[in-house]
């Protein structure tokens, strides 16, 4: 996967904090970095085809995180998605079945890095 010009990154954490460590991690990535604090404004947003959601669970909003996955899984399947969060539990073979195949880094001060490391491995920069 290569990340277009027209593609980008959606960051979908309610933390600020939170996404300017994401956002300082993936910066030179190509392509713009978007940012949301509901999986509700993400979802509203999937028609800008981002190539990457770095997505958190526990959002602001009606919505968490899985159920984010699963609107974004119906929208386009081909969107490389990684669960950002520190509720370690939802990364099992049941919710891999119901929402597709996605990565999931626990949140952690080490995590931002590997969250650099995984993406590269996924996508040319």
């Known amino acids: 996967m290569h990340l277009q010009a027209s593609s980008g990154i959606f960051i979908v954490e309610d933390n600020l904090?939170?996404?300017?460590?994401?956002?300082?991690?993936?910066?030179?990535?190509g392509g713009p970095l978007y940012f949301y604090t509901t999986g509700e404004h993400c979802i509203a947003n999937l028609c800008r085809k981002p190539a990457i959601v770095v997505l958190d669970y526990n959002l602001d909003g009606e919505i968490n995180g899985l159920e984010t996955l699963e609107e974004i899984r119906k929208f386009d399947p081909s969107i490389f998605v990684v669960l950002f969060s520190s509720q370690k539990e939802v990364y099992n073979n049941e919710n891999q079945r119901?929402?597709?195949s996605f990565d999931f880094l626990e949140k952690k001060e080490q995590s931002f890095s590997l969250?650099?490391?995984?993406?590269q491995a996924k996508v040319s920069i």
Do not use: H, M, N, T
């Open 17 to 29: 904090l939170y996404q300017q460590l994401i956002a300082r991690e993936l910066e030179d990535f």
């Open 98 to 100: 119901r929402y597709g």
């Open 115 to 119: 969250l650099r490391k995984l993406l």
